[in-house]
């Protein structure tokens, strides 16, 4: 009767390291695809950078060229902040910081989009309103695809008794763009 026990206590350490190796695998499978598809986010979210570096305030004259800088500025603290985020998307605190400089990119944008029509033409040519917006309809999808993986990562990491395993090996919540 005492080999019994035995046996079923090998058995039941066996089915518990199992568990756990499986477990451990699907955390670093879904902080692998996470992390990947925050490859997508950047690409396009670097694109408004590009945008706003193609069109210079040299380009523009008046009070559109000191809106401009205003957007340049904002771009260059953008610029710092998803070069940060980049090598570590499930960094939450450097996602908060490139969100915070991303909303103030946006911000820029608007009041550049609201500065008044001046009288001589256009407050902004159609050509870059166009492809800001191109560039927030793709930015968005490849965010929204980002979020729903931050998302499943998320769940899995609270879910008991994983949620143990993720804090024994250092596992973080991430936060979403």
């Known amino acids: 009767m005492h080999v019994d026990g035995f046996a079923i206590a090998w058995a039941g350490l066996a089915i518990a390291v199992f568990w756990a190796v499986g477990a451990h695998n699907r955390l670093v499978r879904l902080r692998s695809q996470t992390s990947s598809a925050f490859s997508g986010v950047n690409l396009h979210l670097a694109k408004y950078i590009n945008l706003v570096r193609d069109n210079s305030s040299s380009a523009m004259d008046g009070s559109l060229a000191l809106v401009w800088r205003g957007i340049e500025n904002a771009t260059?603290?953008?610029e710092i902040a998803l070069q940060n985020v980049s090598g570590r998307p499930l960094d939450a605190a450097a996602m908060g910081?490139?969100?915070s400089a991303y909303s103030a990119l946006c911000a820029s944008w608007e009041r550049f989009q609201n500065e008044p029509q001046d009288l001589a033409g256009d407050r902004m040519p159609e050509a870059l309103q166009h492809d800001w917006a191109q560039l927030a309809v793709?930015?968005?999808q490849a965010t929204d695809e980002f979020n729903r993986l931050v998302t499943n990562y998320n769940e899995a990491l609270s879910q008991f008794p994983v949620n143990l395993l993720a804090g024994?090996?250092?596992?973080?919540?991430a936060k979403t763009v």
């Open 76 to 78: 260059t603290q953008f």
């Open 97 to 99: 910081a490139m969100q």
């Open 138 to 140: 793709l930015a968005g």
């Open 168 to 173: 024994l090996f250092g596992f973080q919540r």
